[in-house]
């Protein structure tokens, strides 16, 4: 098997016509045009959008953070539950009066969620005024399209379906100058029954390892500290090839490049984390010891009509053993309640599984209706049950959080520094190598250096701590 693999530089037309276009923009207005762009969804979506942002830098656009100068408006949305689509819907109704005043701009949407057919229609019929509709799978094409959309006066809506391909070379303009993502794969295979993901982001493509190593090395020679390899379930890693490569075996060869670095990675499917996967993170000095890994029910069968393929014991049986090699593990976790058919004693198992793992992190959602997937026509639970179990699982980990982050009380934490705490300049902010927050007094770091703090408080969301060696 191979996959479709398409370099950014076959698009080099369109961008040379755009970058012509923008530069007339340039001698008659002695500026150049700019570009919005927001993120909605997870970390794979604020990849993409970086990828977005360094085509329409290298087109000849400048960035805003104030949509209301922006030549170029462009949302990345995301589909995985609704409260998620209905942002999306209010961000749309927000541009009409944007584009009567100014017809010239280019209000364009992207990613997920525009992938989901019903959507892509209803923006075509009822929201005259977006001119650029795209999926993920069409981000290699966006030159073309853009070009296509200023010059035809057109409404262009991408969204045809495809298995996916894999681009390279795009230029990124990445948000933070030391921390970076970096995609090792995309789409899904899993078909989780609610999971709208493998329907919009297509089946699962490998990137070249030699690719990611490349990427990975010259981040790190550029001066990057934390990279975050991204994939829907990484420890599929290359199953989609004829090679023997898999994830384990790429993590060493990460760890094995010079340099003070770290390495983190998600998600990991339970079904595919493999021993040989944990040994890796234990025996790597440079993989974070933090696993998120989502576990998503604490009861057989809810996991079964899930079809998430592993049962409870199996998923406690490999958090012991990476417990076992990993004594400093910090664990995270999905979950989600109010599954159709859910029972108080299906939810009380989930409620165990929590108390006796003790999560450092867990990201609990409320089960949402995504038409198209299995679960949908699954006999749905009242909306009160589901927030009445969502309270009491939150307050449960809230509890729980604090009690795991009292256990660094009085030790002494390596930590990555991010900057200030919002707009208070007398504390800094961090994060522990299980990606736990620190907050410290400010002590003069720089964004991007490791520093070291002693820790004497903790809460369920942050520790607290003062520098040493400072
Ligand atoms: N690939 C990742 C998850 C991506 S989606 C994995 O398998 O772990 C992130 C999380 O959103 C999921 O782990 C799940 O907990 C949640 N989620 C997905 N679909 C959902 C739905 N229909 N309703 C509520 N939560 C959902
Ligand atoms: Fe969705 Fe499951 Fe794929 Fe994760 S593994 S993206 S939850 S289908
Ligand atoms: Fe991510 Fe949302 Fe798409 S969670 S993969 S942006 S549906």
């Known amino acids: 098997m191979k996959n479709d693999l398409i370099?950014?530089?076959s698009q080099r037309e369109y961008c040379d016509k755009v970058r012509g276009i923008t530069y007339s923009y340039l001698l008659k207005n002695g500026k150049r045009p700019m570009y919005f762009t927001h993120t909605f969804g997870c970390q794979q979506n604020e990849s993409d959008t970086e990828k977005i942002n360094g085509m329409l830098s290298d087109m000849g656009y400048e960035k805003t953070e104030n949509r209301e100068e922006a030549d170029v408006?462009?949302?990345?949305?995301?589909a995985v539950r609704e409260h998620a689509e209905q942002r999306v819907f209010?961000?749309?109704g927000s541009l009409v009066g944007i584009k009567r005043e100014r017809p010239d701009v280019i209000v364009a949407f992207c990613g997920c969620m525009m992938q989901r057919e019903e959507i892509a229609s209803e923006l075509s019929k009822k929201y005259k005024h977006v001119d650029l509709v795209f999926g993920p799978q069409a981000i290699g094409r966006f030159p073309e399209n853009l070009y296509n959309c200023i010059t035809c006066h057109e409404r262009i809506f991408d969204v045809k379906k495809e298995k996916g391909s894999i681009v390279e070379d795009i230029p990124v303009q990445r948000a933070s100058s030391y921390k970076a993502w970096v995609s090792v794969m995309y789409g899904c295979n899993n078909f989780c029954s609610y999971c709208i993901v493998p329907y919009v982001r297509g089946r699962e493509r490998s990137r070249p390892p030699e690719k990611v190593i490349e990427e990975v090395s010259s981040l790190i020679s550029e001066g990057y500290k934390d990279i975050t390899l991204l994939g829907q379930n990484v420890n599929s890693y290359c199953n989609d090839t004829d090679s023997n490569w898999n994830f384990a075996k790429l993590l060493r060869m990460i760890n094995d490049i010079d340099g003070d670095f770290r390495i983190r990675f998600m998600t990991s499917h339970p079904k595919d984390a493999t021993k040989e996967l944990i040994d890796t993170v234990a025996e790597c000095p440079k993989i974070c010891k933090h696993l998120h890994l989502?576990?998503?029910?604490g009861s057989n069968r809810i996991l079964s009509l899930m079809n998430r393929r592993y049962t409870r014991e199996q998923y406690l049986d490999l958090i012991g053993y990476a417990r076992s090699v990993i004594p400093d593990l910090v664990l995270t976790s999905d979950v989600?309640?109010?599954?159709?058919s859910e029972t108080d004693d299906d939810f009380n198992e989930t409620v165990s599984l929590v108390d006796k793992v003790g999560f450092q992190g867990l990201y609990t959602f409320i089960y949402s209706v995504r038409s198209g997937t299995p679960a949908a026509s699954m006999l749905q639970i009242d909306e009160s049950v589901k927030h009445e179990r969502f309270d009491r699982l939150c307050a449960l980990q809230n509890f729980k959080a604090t009690q795991f982050n009292s256990n660094y009380i009085g030790k002494t934490v390596k930590i990555l520094v991010d900057g200030s705490m919002g707009n208070d300049n007398?504390?800094?902010?961090g994060r522990t190598d299980g990606n736990i927050i620190v907050n410290f007094p400010s002590c003069g770091a720089m964004p991007g250096?490791?520093?070291?703090?002693?820790?004497?408080?903790?809460?369920?969301?942050?520790?607290?701590?003062?520098?040493?060696?400072?």
């Open 336 to 340: 989600i309640v109010g599954f159709p």
């Open 294 to 297: 989502p576990f998503q029910s």
């Open 7 to 9: 370099l950014y530089s």
């Open 449 to 470: 250096e490791f520093i070291d703090i002693k820790i004497d408080m903790a809460l369920n969301w942050a520790i607290f701590g003062q520098a040493i060696n400072k």
């Open 90 to 92: 209010g961000t749309i």
């Open 73 to 78: 408006i462009l949302y990345n949305t995301c």
């Open 426 to 429: 007398t504390l800094q902010t």
